[in-house]
């Protein structure tokens, strides 16, 4: 399988996610783990997730913080709290942290997100991190002018996942007003505006198929992304989807295994995030994900008394756990798969530094 990321088809990537044969499985694993430790060796980054606000605009109808969900306490955490979270963050060696909240685009909100960015930069720079943490923003579709400002501000990374890319799921899982058309305008001003840019989907939702996640996948590469976050789609009870009928949750783990190493084999060079959802599935999904071609994770950093209460789906892990627990597990997780991690390094996607450097070379070229 190596080598050939450019002769994979949608034929071919369906029948592969249909792999059920533990043989077959592991082929594909292994070669996925290959493609990881050849392409960027066998560091793992840490981007402590701090979710900051569980304010939500939107009505996505799987998701726990959906505005209509008038059950879910709210809160937004204090510009201190945040700036707690990323200290600790940087002094625990994390080179980066990922900002995360509901969608707004109202000025009272960009303006926080952008003083928050600020001052995390400003707050956490010193002689080990001379820039600062690097910062990921994960805060939803946000018009062109607003990118600006937080890349401006120093926001340098943007998390916006696609959650499918066939229309008609697209539908069935987003309330009318939303569509798959502005998502991807937003992904082409994020690259525009200089961002790493993140995408992903979810994975075993209702109607689902594997032609559909096949084109997910041709998708990831035709678009040039350079970040993924893909989890199981986790049914929450207070949502309009709360009842749907899943398949069991070892065969939503084996999908979104087969998905993060099919991911790596066609993009080779991208970062790729073992996702929480995994874990909520399967105590070891975080572990196993990295087995499978992923090379970052996303520890809690939300203030503790706020974690409770960012629920997308049900089962989160992590959420009684202090935070200092709960990383120490994760290393000694990722130290079980025989990876390291990478302390003080922002930990950028190759794949992004690589189109940075190409860009920076073409400015430079006299006839350029
Ligand atoms: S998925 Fe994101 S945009 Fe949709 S309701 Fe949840 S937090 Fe809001």
Redesign the pocket.
């Given at each position: 399988m190596k080598g050939e990321a450019a002769g994979f088809d949608r034929s071919r990537l369906a029948d592969m996610l249909r792999t059920r044969e533990p043989e077959a499985l592991e082929e594909i694993r292994l070669a996925a783990e290959n493609a990881t430790l050849t392409a960027l060796g066998n560091r793992v980054y840490y981007r402590g997730l701090i979710e900051f606000s569980?304010v939500?605009?939107?009505?996505?109808l799987?998701?726990?913080?959906?505005?209509d969900n008038g059950k879910q306490r709210r809160y937004t955490a204090s510009l201190e709290q945040i700036l707690d979270a990323a200290e600790f963050c940087a002094r625990a060696g994390y080179g980066s942290v990922v900002l995360q909240?509901?969608?707004r685009t109202d000025p009272k909100f960009v303006d926080f997100v952008e003083e928050v960015v600020f001052a995390v930069k400003e707050r956490t720079s010193s002689p080990r991190l001379p820039n600062g943490l690097g910062i990921t923003l994960c805060v939803?579709e946000q018009p062109r002018h607003v990118l600006r400002r937080f890349r401006r501000a120093g926001a340098h990374r943007y998390l916006l996942?696609i959650e499918t890319t066939n229309q008609r799921l697209f539908r069935s899982i987003?309330p009318g007003g939303q569509s798959l058309e502005s998502r991807l305008e937003c992904l082409e001003a994020l690259r525009e505006e200089g961002f790493a840019v993140g995408t992903g989907v979810m994975i075993g939702l209702p109607g689902q198929t594997p032609e559909m996640l096949a084109d997910d996948l041709l998708f990831y590469r035709k678009h040039d992304f350079d970040m993924f976050g893909m989890g199981p789609f986790i049914p929450h009870p207070d949502t309009p989807m709360g009842s749907a009928q899943v398949a069991p949750p070892g065969e939503r783990v084996r999908l979104a295994l087969l998905m993060i190493g099919l991911t790596r084999l066609i993009t080779v060079d991208t970062n790729i995030a073992a996702t929480t959802a995994l874990q909520a599935l399967d105590p070891l999904g975080r572990e196993a994900g990295l087995t499978w071609g992923a090379n970052v994770i996303m520890p809690s950093l939300t203030p503790g008394e706020y974690r409770k209460d960012y629920l997308?789906y049900e089962g989160k892990p992590c959420t009684e756990e202090g935070r200092e627990d709960c990383m120490n597990r994760l290393r000694a997780g990722v130290e079980s798969t025989g990876r390291v991690v990478a302390d003080d390094d922002w930990g950028d996607p190759v794949h992004y530094l690589k189109r940075e450097e190409g860009k920076r070379r073409a400015w430079e070229r006299p006839d350029g």
């Open positions: 569980n939500c605009s939107m009505n996505c799987y998701c726990g913080i959906r505005r909240s509901g969608e939803g996942r987003h997308l």
